[in-house]
């Protein structure tokens, strides 16, 4: 049985709980994720919502729909981006990597809208790329 993973937001008022293994991180290099970051990617796993578990801070939970049934939820107290939601997939939230607390170890990695990268960052390791959504 391995451990659950746990993160939380910068102000430390949101907290969850992943139950189960971290199989995949995904880097997406769109604008759209760019501009949620303010970085040149966005770091992601699909998670099953079933192991997603909020701790903490359900109140402060604050939702944007960024495009057309995507909804980017973050921390309205200190703005971290935590996970992406899309209602037309219930069975899964896609957790932002960077607030875990705990060490995703031996997750794959992909880099998706490589197309449409910022011209500044170059990527510089072996994963798989591709130019949209494989």
Known sequence: MSHPHRGSCLCGGVQYRIDGEIPQIVLCH?????KA???AFAAVAPV?????????GQ???SE???SPGVFRVSCRTCGSPLYSRRP???DQ???RIGTLDTVPAGAAMMHIFTGS???WFEIHDDAPQYDTRP
């Open 88 to 90: 037309s997939q219930p």
């Open 93 to 95: 939230v896609r957790v």
């Open 30 to 34: 769109c604008a759209r994720c760019r």
């Open 64 to 66: 944007f729909e960024s």
């Open 48 to 56: 099953p919502s079933e192991q997603f578990h909020l701790q903490a």
């Open 117 to 119: 990268k910022a011209p």
């Open 59 to 61: 109140a402060l939970l």
């Open 37 to 39: 970051t303010g970085s």
